[in-house]
């Protein structure tokens, strides 16, 4: 199992532009989440997902979106990117009960 | 609301020594805990958790504490050495049990 994949390692974005972040899981897991991790911080929750077609918001939900069309796939779309979005992303998932998530090795985003 | 923090957000050992990281959370309600390692460039890193019926779990070199009574979470290390210098985090689950949400967190860093 390759487990959770994240892509790209490594952007620059202009103020402005739109990108979308790909992460996906090969361990069939249902709930798979995103997080940013700001220099020094802990990582926040941005949005998750409970299954195929189902997508909640996290506590930094604002500028970005998400979809969950399969159980592997759960891209975070950024529309307009503005230097406060510069972070570390970090994708994860796990499967249903008391269980520890698995992480990505994270996509480092910066907004110029 | 829900929140998860970290008492020192550095900690300084020597090899050999046993290192103690805490955290104190504010849902009552929590019940299940993770600890995470994330070492530099890397993502977090399960390394054990603990269900809310219980006081103490122990791994291999580590034992998570849980008081419930004061809502405190402790990671103890022992004989720590230079591969544990990472930060760590505790993390929790949310109220609706889908959602984990993380802590600051606290650098260990392990000298000679």
């Known amino acids: 199992n390759a487990g959770v994949t994240q892509t790209p390692k490594f952007r620059i974005l202009k103020i402005g532009q739109s990108m979308t972040l790909q992460c996906t899981q090969d361990m069939n897991h249902n709930y798979m989440y995103w997080y940013r991790q700001d220099p020094g911080m802990g990582l926040k929750l941005i949005y998750y997902s409970v299954g195929a077609g189902i997508t909640d918001k996290g506590e930094v939900p604002n500028g970005y979106n998400v979809s969950r069309s399969t159980t592997e796939d759960f891209p975070l779309r950024l529309e307009l990117a503005a230097p406060s979005q510069t972070s570390v992303y970090f994708c994860?998932?796990?499967?249903?009960?008391?269980?520890?998530?698995?992480f990505g090795q994270g996509t480092r985003l910066t907004v110029v | 609301g829900e929140s998860v923090g970290l008492h020192l957000p550095t900690l300084s050992v020597q090899e050999g020594d046993n290192s103690i990281i805490n955290c104190a959370y504010s849902?009552?309600?929590?019940?299940?805990f993770i600890w995470y390692k994330q070492e530099s460039g890397k993502g977090p890193q399960f390394i054990i958790d603990?269900?809310?019926?219980?006081d103490k779990r122990q791994g291999q070199r580590v034992t998570v504490l849980l008081n419930k009574t004061v809502k405190h979470l402790s990671l103890q290390i022992a004989a720590t050495q230079p591969g544990d210098s990472a930060v760590y985090f505790c993390a929790e689950f949310s109220n609706s049990g889908y959602a984990l949400n993380f802590g600051k967190g606290t650098s260990l860093l392990v000298t000679p």
């Open positions: 603990i269900r809310s019926n219980m």
């Open positions: 994860a998932s796990r499967i249903t009960g008391w269980t520890e998530a698995f």
């Open positions: 849902n009552s309600a929590s019940d299940y």
